[in-house]
């Protein structure tokens, strides 16, 4: 066969891996609303960018005319590398057309390959996951002799954990997971899933029906909503495959390549010393009225642009990314609209994993306080408070990012600690006028110290009465004019000065390092 012939029969073969499953199941997947694997890969990556690793294999290593009328083109998963913003990025799409996008020997060892690739030249790694899981069903040509073949499996695991914190990890649920597929996003650092298509789950609904008779379909055992809203397991919903390619595009600009690089600087033409007068009407005058945390970070980042993590989870903080004069950070924020902003076990969790995040890529955090301090109680006990509440301790104190704390409203108990008090090393400590940081409340304080006093009033208005001239009389003595006056903030600023603070505290310490003593590993709260 001349070389033109072999080319020519090469390109056919391309052109027929190419086609996926075939137009019949790339139409059902168009009717469950969800795009192809090759149609998302033009939305991840920049226009002509993408190079694909193993276009031409196969199911157990078949040549075509050994497939028996079973194509498996790519063995139903795509690899390769391509550019997002002018960066490499590696990624790996499991296509649904192809025996349900599940994981076949011969699929994982190209992933094993890629994910090779993305540590040794430290690239991103992106995984697009619409899988049916591990490939089980012997009609699609498992040889069920070779299923002790399991023991030497898991090797995308354990290296998904070499890899946490060397490169960013997106793992975006574009479709099902079960199984296998659901302990790579759920090693990934960024989760994202689309409303109505994907699902996540460690058994999928016929092998929880087999083992405990509970039926329940995929969006009820871990559709987006279980997982946005109850689990905490994923950081955000969209509504479609698109927003949500974009998304992971979006988040990924905000990180490095890898660890040893400084995320990027993205020029922007808001003014780093831009005054928002609206600041001055964002906190109430009542210490006990809650409001929107959000319109304060929105009024301090560039182009009123944040992008949220987690956001229907633990709500009573909010997480998430923008940038401030270009440079990137993240922002841990007490929400006072839900349980009063204080700090659970789910905010406690959500806070320790994100702060973990942005200090394994260098990206400064900013704390904005209006914490209350921890939930107390048997039920948050009996849940591990103390527990949960040292996992965020402990990230809080271990970042060695730069670091901005903004005590917007109030700073009460270790709930002012785990946001970055004074002794957890703040680059920059600034609090508002009408600040209070102080060990409790001046309600709490009075309910102890005066219990006696208040217990023996005449009546329960007398005690109300009694009460309130105690606490407003100590409220004058946690003033944030008195901690100025000790020298325990920076300084208290004009709420529109802020922006500018910030520009330039981040601007200060683009060459920050701190050296902590050696060890082997640490022993952190889990």
Known sequence: MKMTERVEKLAEQRQRNEGMGGPERIERQHAKGKLTARERLKLLFDEGTFEELGLLAAHQGNLPEEEDGKPSPADGVITGTGEIDGRPVAAALYDF??????????????????????????????????????????SSGIDPRRIASFADTGYLFREQVVMSGVIPQVAAMVGPGAAGTAYIPGLADFLPMVKGTSSL??????????????????????????????????????????????????????????CEDKPPRRPTSDPFDRRDDELLKVVPESPRQAFDMHKVILSLVDDRKFFPMKPRWARNLITGLARIDGYPLGIVANNSMYLGGILDVNAADKAARFINLCDAFNIPLLFLQDVPGFMVGTKVEQQGIIRHGAKMMYATASATVPKFTVVVRKGYGAGYYVMNGRAFEPDLLVAWPGAEIAVMGPEGMVSIAARKVLQGAESPEVAAAMKKELSDGLRQHIRIERTAAMAMVDDVVDPRDTRRLLARALKRTANKHVERPYRRREISPV
């Open 97 to 138: 057309t192809v025996f349900g996008g599940s994981i076949g020997e011969i699929g994982e060892r190209k992933v094993a390959r890629l994910r090779d690739i993305a540590l040794k030249n430290r690239i991103p790694m992106v995984w697009l996951v619409d899988s049916a899981g591990a490939r089980l069903d012997a």
């Open 201 to 258: 789950a460690i058994g999928g609904p016929y092998l929880v029906e087999s083992t405990v008779g509970e039926k329940v379909t995929e969006e009820e055992l871990g559709g987006a909503k279980v997982h946005n809203e109850i689990s905490g397991v994923a950081d955000a919903e969209y509504p479609d495959d698109a927003t949500c390619l974009a998304a992971v595009r979006e988040y990924l600009g905000f990180f490095p390549s890898h």
